[in-house]
């Protein structure tokens, strides 16, 4: 069972309106952490993503989606090396799953989940 997540905190709704413009995570703390990972699967999901075939970068989060067609697009449009890339993901390597969140929180917009890079925690 699926524990029951707390009403979001304002320090959660300041990271997700963040990440949505800037794709920058704030600074997360384990409290913060803590209360993303509760806004995660319980099961391994399949997730896509545009990468640009050379990305080396480490970056210690990256921005997901479950909309393959979607990922397809942005490979597209960013052209160059991007490719869409998929893959199953582990939900202990998902920080939040943006599509868990309430309505109010993640509006219409987001179908993202953020996905620790190469297992790496922020905390």
């Known amino acids: 069972m699926v524990p ?3 009403k979001p905190s304002k320090e959660l709704v ?3 309106e963040k990440w949505t413009w800037t794709k920058l995570a704030p600074e997360l703390n384990p409290e ?7 806004w ?5 999901v399949m997730l896509y993503r545009s990468e640009a075939s050379d ?9 997901w989606t479950y909309d393959k067609e979607m990922a397809e697009t942005m490979a597209f449009e960013f052209g160059g090396d991007n490719v ?10 998902i920080l939040v799953d943006m599509t868990r969140l309430p309505k109010s929180i ?3 917009l987001l179908n ?3 996905v620790y890079s190469r297992g790496k925690r922020c905390g």
């Open 4 to 6: 029951r997540c707390p």
């Open 14 to 16: 300041n990271f997700v």
């Open 32 to 38: 913060l952490e803590r209360e993303l990972n509760c």
């Open 40 to 44: 995660r699967p319980s099961e391994p």
């Open 55 to 63: 990305n080396l970068e480490a970056k210690p989060l990256k921005s």
């Open 84 to 93: 869409m890339v998929s893959k199953i993901v582990d939900p202990k390597d």
């Open 106 to 108: 993640r509006g219409d």
């Open 112 to 114: 993202e989940v953020i």
